[in-house]
C-alpha cells in the first residue's frame, strides 16, 4: 500500500467525511498523527439526529505504547464515563453498554460472574459446534449457488459468528434474523443506510433487552445447556445476576460477538484474495501458521477502530500531560499499525510474530476481550473449510464500506469459486 503525506492541518477525526476517504489516505493521516502530534486534541461534533450536544472534545491516542499503557492502569484511565467518544448519561452507557463502561468493583463482579460462560471448559463445548456450524455455511454455499458466486458477507461471514452466539445463549434458530437486525442498527450508528434516527436506536435497544430478560427468567426457573443458564445460576460472594444485568450483558455480547467477528472474517477474505503469496504460504501449511495468521488477519483488519477511557486525575504518559477528567480515545487502528512496534506495519504478513503485541482485541487490562480465544478459533475453522472445500474462493467485487469511526466494516462484497 502506497501511504501518502497528509499534513497535520488537513486532519479532522471528527469530521464524518475523514471516515469516508481512501483507505491509504486515512494510513497516511495517523500515520502524521502518530509522528508529529500522537495525543491530538479534536473537537466534538453535533451529531446528525442525536439530542446529545457535542462534548468538550478529546485526545487521538495514535501510539502503540500509550494505548497500551493507558489501557494497563485503569485507576488512572476510567470506563466508568464511557467508552465511546459521545458523553451519555451513565445509565445509558451501562444500559447498552454493560461491563464495557464499568470501573471496578462494579466491573470485577459482573466480568466474574460472566466468565463464568467463558472457561476453558464452555470455550471447548464451543470449540465443537464452530466446526459444525462453519461446516454448514460451506454445505449451504455449496449446495444454494450453482453459479459459484454470492454475497460473501451475506452468505459466509456474517451467520457464523451470530449462529454461534446465538447457539451458546440458547438462542431458537427462529429468533436469529431479530438479533442480526438489531445489532446493526446499534453497531451502524453513523452509516445511513443503517440508522435513521436516535429513536430507532432507543425502541432496538428495549427490544433487546426485553428479549434478553425473558431469556434470562426462563433459564433461571428452566436451566439448560447453555451459557445464559450457567449465568443466571453463577453465584459470586453469594450474588447472582439480575436479569436487568443479564439484558445488558446480552446486548454488548451479542454487539461484541457479532459485528467484529464478522468483520474480521470478510476482511481476512479480502486480504487473502488481495495477497496470493500469503494466501498460499498459509493454506499450504495451515495448521503451523494458523496462529499467526489469525492474529494478523485481526492486526490488520483491527475491526474495532477505538475505544475511550477518561483520566481520573492530572498524569503524564508518553511524555504528554493530561487534565483529570480529559477524554483519550485509543485508537487501536492506528497503534497496529505503530512503525515504532511493528517492522514494515502495512505489510500483510500471515507469518508475522505479533502476539500479544497487536491490540486489536485490546491493549491488556480488565476490560481486554472477554471472547478473544472464541474470536481466534471462529476465524481459524471458517478459513480451514474454505481451504478444504473451496479453495478456488476469491473476493470478485470491491467492499461496500460501513461509514463508521468505530467498526472498521463491510458491509457487502462479492466472491466467486
Ligand atoms: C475479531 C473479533 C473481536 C474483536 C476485534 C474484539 C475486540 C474487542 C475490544 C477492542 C474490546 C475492548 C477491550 C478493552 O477495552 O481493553 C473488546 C471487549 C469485549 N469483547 Fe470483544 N472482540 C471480538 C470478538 C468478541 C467475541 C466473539 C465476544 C463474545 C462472544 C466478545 C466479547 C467482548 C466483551 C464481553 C468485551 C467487554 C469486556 C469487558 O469490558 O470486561 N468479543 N472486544
Not at 122 to 140: F, N, Q, T
Not at 304 to 311: E, G, L, N, Q, S
Amino acid at each position: 500500500m502506497e501511504i501518502p503525506q497528509v499534513p497535520l492541518s488537513d486532519i479532522d477525526l471528527s469530521d464524518p467525511e475523514f471516515w469516508t476517504r481512501d483507505r491509504a489516505w486515512r494510513e497516511g493521516a495517523f500515520k502524521t498523527l502518530r509522528d508529529e502530534s500522537p495525543f491530538q486534541f479534536f473537537n466534538e461534533r453535533v451529531i446528525e439526529n442525536s439530542p446529545i450536544p457535542p462534548g468538550p472534545g478529546y485526545r487521538a491516542v495514535t501510539r502503540h505504547d500509550d494505548i497500551w499503557h493507558i489501557s494497563r492502569n485503569p485507576q488512572l484511565f476510567c470506563s466508568g464515563q464511557g467508552s465511546n467518544i459521545a458523553d451519555l448519561p451513565v445509565e445509558i452507557n451501562e444500559f447498552f453498554g454493560s461491563m464495557i463502561n464499568m470501573d471496578d468493583p462494579k466491573h470485577f463482579r459482573l466480568r466474574s460472574i460472566v466468565s463464568r460462560g467463558f472457561t476453558p471448559k464452555e470455550i471447548s463445548r464451543v470449540e465443537e459446534l464452530v466446526r459444525v456450524r462453519a461446516a454448514k455455511v460451506v454445505d449451504r454455499l455449496l449446495s444454494d449457488f450453482p453459479s459459484r458466486e454470492c454475497d460473501f458477507v451475506e452468505e459466509v461471514a456474517a451467520p457464523l459468528p451470530l449462529e454461534i452466539i446465538c447457539d451458546m445463549l440458547g438462542i431458537p434458530e427462529s429468533d436469529h434474523k431479530d438479533i442480526f437486525h438489531w445489532t446493526n442498527v446499534i453497531l451502524g450508528v453513523g452509516d445511513p443506510e443503517f440508522v435513521t434516527s436516535f429513536d430507532d436506536l432507543v425502541r432496538v435497544g428495549g427490544e433487546i433487552f426485553n428479549y434478553a430478560q425473558q431469556l434470562g427468567e426462563d433459564r433461571l426457573k428452566n436451566p439448560q445447556d447453555d451459557i445464559t443458564s450457567v449465568m443466571m445460576h453463577a453465584e459470586v460472594d453469594g450474588e447472582r445476576l439480575s436479569s436487568q444485568e443479564f439484558g445488558s450483558f446480552f446486548i454488548l455480547l451479542v454487539v461484541a460477538g457479532n459485528e467484529t467477528t464478522r468483520n474480521a472474517i470478510s476482511h481476512g477474505m479480502k486480504l487473502l484474495t488481495d495477497h496470493p503469496d500469503q494466501r498460499d504460504i498459509w493454506f499450504n501449511n495451515y495448521e503451523e501458521h494458523a496462529k499467526t495468521a489469525v492474529e494478523e488477519i485481526v492486526r490488520y483488519a483491527t475491526p474495532v477502530i477505538h475505544f475511550r477511557r477518561t483520566a481520573t486525575e492530572d498524569t503524564v504518559v508518553g511524555g504528554q500531560e493530561l487534565e483529570k477528567g480529559e477524554k483519550v480515545v485509543m485508537f487501536y487502528a492506528s497503534g497496529n499499525r505503530d512503525e515504532r512496534t511493528f517492522e514494515n506495519p502495512h505489510t500483510f504478513d500471515v507469518t508475522r510474530q505479533i502476539a500479544p503485541t497487536q491490540i486489536g482485541f485490546g491493549a491488556g487490562g480488565p476490560h481486554f476481550c472477554l471472547g478473544a480465544n472464541l474470536a481466534r478459533r471462529e476465524i481459524m475453522v471458517m478459513f480451514d473449510e474454505i481451504r478444504r472445500r473451496i479453495p478456488t474462493m476469491r473476493i470478485s467485487s470491491e467492499p461496500a464500506y460501513l461509514q463508521s469511526s468505530f467498526i472498521n466494516g463491510i458491509k457487502r462484497m462479492r466472491c466467486e469459486w
